[in-house]
C-alpha cells in the first residue's frame, strides 16, 4: 500500500500529528501508520554552507578575499542534526511513499525548513500543504481534510531562499569586512543596522533636547478644580510666564461663573487582538517580558499546551471561516476567572464586528486567540500563565459590549478668563469589566474628576488660584516594547526618503517581521552594540561606531524597504529572484569596496587592565543583557569571562535587583544604592527567612539558568561563533 511522509518542524508536534492520524510504530526519527509515516526536523536541518564550504582559504578571515560571493551557494546538513536529517531522508526516498505533506510551521521560514530538506535529499515526489492555525486535534483533522497543493506555495518558497541568501551575501561579507579592517568584533546587517542606527537617532535627540517652561492657571472652588484655557489657541498652557502671572493678580479674588455645560454619550471599543509585536509590547510593559522571552512562553502555549492558536502572526483580525468556532472557543475557557465573561457573551450572543473580522486584513494567520482546547490553568507555569491572560481577555473583550460613559464639559468664566473641568459618568463597562486593573490615563493637563451637580450660570466662589509650572520632556528612551513599535512601523526614522519607499516599509511590516524581530534585539545585545540600563535600551560606545563605520544605506529602514518590496514580490509572483539575487550581489561588491577604502578607525574606549589568560593581550569591559563581562580584545582569540551577573536576589536596603560579582568564595552581591554583602552572608541571612523566594537553591538555579545561551540559527550567528563570540 502507497504511503504518505508528513513531515513536522519539531519533534512535539510530529507526535501530535501522529496521533491523530493513527500512526504508532516506533521507528527511528520517525512514528508509522496504515497510511502515514510522520516524521519530523529540529529546526533547521539543512542551511546555507559557511564561506570556508567553498575553499579552505576562507577559514582564515582576510579582506583581500572579500567579498566572497559562490555560484552557485550550496546547501549542507548541519553537522549536530545531521542523523535526523538521515532518518528523515531514508523516509522520503521509500519506494513505497508516493507523496509529502509539508506540515512545519505555515510561514516563510516553516516552508523554508521542509524544502531545504526535501531539496537536499533530492526528493521530487509530489508536495501537498497542511497550512493550519492551532495544533489541536480538531485542527489538524480539519487540515488534513483540506490540503493544499504545494505548487501554490512555491512563490513563498523562493521567496524564503531569495532572502536567506540575500541576507548571506551581504552579511557575511561586511561582517567579515568590518572585522578585519577595524580588528574589532563588529557585525551589520539589513535589519539589525538600521535598527541599531534608530536608537542611536534617539540618543542623538535626548542629548540634544532642550527643555522648554511652559506655564498655567488652576483655580480650586467646591468640589473640582477648574484649568484656564487661551482664548486664541484654546490651550491649557502658555510659554510666557507673564500671561499667567499677571492673571493669577487680575483674577484674585473673582467667582467662577458657569457660562456652559456640555454633556455627550461617548463609546469606547475594546482594543484589538493580538498580532505577535502587539503581544510582546504588552507582555512587556505589564510583566516586564523580554520580546525573546515571550514569543519563547508563547512558543510552549501553542505546541505544549494547544491553548492559543499560531504565534508568528502579523495580523490582529480573524477571517469569517473562523467566526463558527468562537463558541467553541468561548466554551473551552469556562473556568475562573472568564467563565462569567464568558457566560455573558453566550447569553446575548456572538456579535462578529468588522472590528475584528475581516478577511482583507488576514494573509497566512489570524490574529492569536485561544483555541477550543478545555482550559486547566493548573498545569500552566506563572508566565505562560500571564502570558494566556493577556491573550483571553483580550478574545473576550472584543467580544463584549463596548464601554459607555457620558462626558461632561465645564465652562466657566473668571473675570473674563475661560476655565474649563471635565469629568466621567460610566453607564455600562462593557469589555472593561474584563479587566482587573485600570487603563494607563493619557498624558493630559486636564484629568477627569468627579464634577458636581452643576447648572449653567451658577457662581462659586474660588477658593484659591494657583500658577502651575511644568516643561517639555525629551523623547523616552527604548525599552523592547518600545523599540518593537518602532521596527514595526520606522517612518520617522525615514525623513528625506522616498515617500513610496516610506509606504511600502509600513505595507511590508517595518524592519524584519513578526518572527525575527526578537533575535534581531537579542543580537543587538548579545554583540554589545546596546545594552540595558532598567528597562532602558542604550547604544554602547562600540555601537556608536559600528554606524561611523558601515556605509550610509546600510544606516537606514530605506534598504529594507526596497528589498521587502521585490521580496514581497517574489512571494506573489511578480518578481523572479535571480534578479534580485544579482542586485545584491553587485550591492555586496559595492559595500566591500566602500569599507576597503575607509580612513576611519575603531578605538576600543572599554579597555581593562586585565590580561586574557590564553593570548596575553588586554581585555575589554563589556555590559551583556545578563551582566558585565570582560572580552579579549583579539577577534581570533575572542576569550570571553562573566564578571558580574544580573539575579534576582532583591537588596535588603531598596529591594531591586542585585548584581553577583566574582568567582568562589569570594562572589558578591552588589546593588546600585551602595549595599554589598558576600554570597555567604546572603545564604545565610536568607535562610533564616523561611518565607523567602531567594533561597540558597533558588540563586543557584537561577544563576545555572543565566549561563544558558539560547542558539539563535542562521549562516552570520554560525560565522561569529568559529571567532568564539557565543562562547
Not at 452 to 457: M, Q, R
Not at 526 to 541: A, M, P, Q, V
Request: charged share 30%.
Amino acid at each position: 500500500m502507497a504511503k504518505t511522509v508528513v513531515l513536522a518542524e519539531k519533534p512535539s508536534v510530529g507526535r501530535d500529528l501522529a496521533r491523530v492520524l493513527k500512526c504508532h510504530k516506533k521507528g527511528n526519527g520517525y512514528l508509522e501508520g496504515d497510511r502515514y509515516i510522520v516524521t519530523w526536523a529540529l529546526g533547521h536541518l539543512v542551511t546555507l554552507a559557511d564561506p570556508e564550504g567553498y575553499g579552505k582559504e576562507y577559514q582564515s578571515w582576510r579582506l583581500e578575499d572579500l567579498p566572497i560571493i559562490p555560484e552557485p551557494l550550496k546547501l549542507i546538513v548541519i553537522k549536530k542534526t545531521g542523523k535526523q536529517f538521515q532518518a528523515v531522508k531514508s523516509q522520503l526516498i521509500r519506494k513505497d511513499v508516493k507523496d509529502i505533506v509539508i506540515a512545519t510551521d505555515a510561514g516563510r521560514e516553516g516552508e523554508l525548513v521542509a524544502r531545504w530538506i526535501i531539496d537536499k535529499a533530492k526528493v521530487t515526489k509530489p508536495l501537498k500543504r497542511l497550512w493550519i492555525s492551532s495544533v489541536t486535534d480538531k485542527a489538524i483533522k480539519d487540515g488534513f481534510k483540506n490540503l493544499k497543493n504545494g505548487k501554490e506555495f512555491e512563490n513563498l518558497y523562493h521567496s524564503a531562499v531569495a532572502r536567506a541568501e540575500a541576507d548571506w551575501i551581504v552579511g557575511i561579507n561586511a561582517t567579515r569586512a568590518l572585522t578585519t579592517k577595524f580588528n574589532a568584533q563588529l557585525s551589520c546587517g539589513r535589519v539589525q543596522t538600521p535598527t541599531l542606527a534608530m536608537i542611536a537617532k534617539r540618543e542623538e535627540d535626548i542629548k540634544n533636547f532642550k527643555p522648554v517652561p511652559y506655564y498655567g492657571l488652576r483655580a480650586a472652588v467646591d468640589g473640582m478644580a477648574l484649568t484656564w484655557q487661551d482664548k486664541k489657541t484654546k490651550q491649557t498652557r502658555t510659554f510666557n510666564a507673564s500671561v499667567t502671572s499677571q492673571l493669577a493678580k487680575a483674577l484674585q479674588g473673582k467667582p467662577a461663573v458657569i457660562s456652559d455645560l456640555k454633556k455627550t454619550a461617548k463609546k469606547s471599543f475594546a482594543p484589538g487582538l493580538y498580532d505577535l509585536t502587539e503581544l510582546q509590547r504588552d507582555a512587556h510593559k505589564r510583566f516586564g517580558f523580554s520580546a525573546k522571552e515571550t514569543l519563547s512562553v508563547l512558543q510552549k502555549l501553542y505546541e505544549q499546551h494547544k491553548l492559543v492558536t499560531y504565534p508568528r502572526t502579523d495580523s490582529r483580525f480573524l477571517s469569517n471561516d473562523i467566526v463558527p468556532t468562537l463558541k467553541d472557543r468561548l466554551e473551552g475557557m469556562q473556568v475562573k476567572p472568564y467563565a462569567q465573561h464568558v457566560n455573558r457573551i453566550l447569553q446575548r450572543g456572538i456579535k462578529a464586528g468588522k472590528n475584528f473580522v475581516n478577511d482583507a486584513k488576514v494573509s497566512d494567520h489570524h490574529a492569536i486567540i485561544p483555541t477550543e482546547e478545555p482550559l486547566s490553568l493548573g498545569a500552566l507555569s506563572d508566565k505562560e500563565r500571564k502570558l494566556y491572560d493577556l491573550i483571553a481577555k483580550r478574545f473576550l473583550s472584543v467580544l463584549l459590549p463596548p464601554f459607555e460613559y457620558e462626558e461632561t464639559k465645564v465652562f466657566a468664566e473668571i473675570g473674563g478668563e475661560t476655565f474649563t473641568a471635565k469629568g466621567k459618568t460610566v453607564q455600562s463597562q462593557g469589555w472593561k469589566a474584563v479587566y482587573d486593573y485600570a487603563d494607563d490615563e493619557d498624558d493630559e493637563e486636564e484629568k477627569d474628576q468627579t464634577l458636581p451637580k452643576l447648572a449653567k450660570g451658577d457662581k462659586l466662589p474660588v477658593r484659591a488660584l494657583t500658577e502651575t509650572k511644568g516643561e517639555t520632556k525629551p523623547p523616552a528612551r527604548f525599552n523592547e516594547g518600545t523599540l518593537l513599535s518602532a521596527m514595526e512601523n520606522p517612518s520617522a526614522f525615514m525623513q528625506g526618503e522616498e515617500k513610496n519607499l516610506v509606504k511600502t516599509l509600513g505595507e511590508t511590516g517595518g524592519l524584519g517581521t513578526v518572527a525575527t524581530r526578537a533575535d534581531i534585539i537579542e543580537k543587538l545585545f548579545n554583540t554589545f552594540l546596546i545594552e540595558k540600563k532598567g528597562k532602558d535600551i542604550y547604544i554602547t560606545s562600540k555601537g556608536k561606531q559600528l554606524l561611523e563605520l558601515v556605509p550610509s544605506d546600510l544606516k537606514s529602514p530605506a534598504l529594507t524597504a526596497e528589498w521587502e518590496q521585490k521580496l514581497s514580490g517574489i512571494a506573489k509572483g511578480k518578481l523572479k529572484s535571480a534578479a534580485f539575487i544579482k542586485e545584491m550581489k553587485e550591492y555586496t561588491k559595492q559595500t566591500i569596496k566602500e569599507i576597503k577604502s575607509s580612513n576611519q578607525t575603531f578605538k576600543h574606549d572599554n579597555i581593562t587592565g586585565t590580561h586574557c589568560p590564553e593570548c596575553g593581550k588586554l581585555m575589554l569591559k563589556v555590559n551583556g543583557k545578563r551582566g558585565t563581562m570582560l572580552v579579549c580584545q583579539d577577534r581570533e582569540c575572542g576569550h570571553r569571562k562573566t564578571v558580574a551577573k544580573q539575579t534576582n536576589a532583591r537588596c535588603p536596603v531598596c529591594h531591586k535587583r542585585m548584581e553577583l560579582r566574582g568567582h568562589g568564595e569570594g562572589q558578591t552581591f552588589a546593588c546600585v544604592c551602595g549595599h554589598r554583602e558576600k554570597l555567604s552572608v546572603f545564604e545565610k541571612r536568607r535562610a533564616k527567612d523561611k518565607n523567602s523566594k531567594a533561597s540558597k537553591r533558588d540563586v543557584h538555579a537561577y544563576m545555572k539558568k543565566q549561563n544558558k545561551d539560547e542558539p539563535v540559527n542562521n549562516a552570520l550567528a554560525e560565522q561569529l561563533k568559529k571567532l568564539k563570540l557565543d562562547q
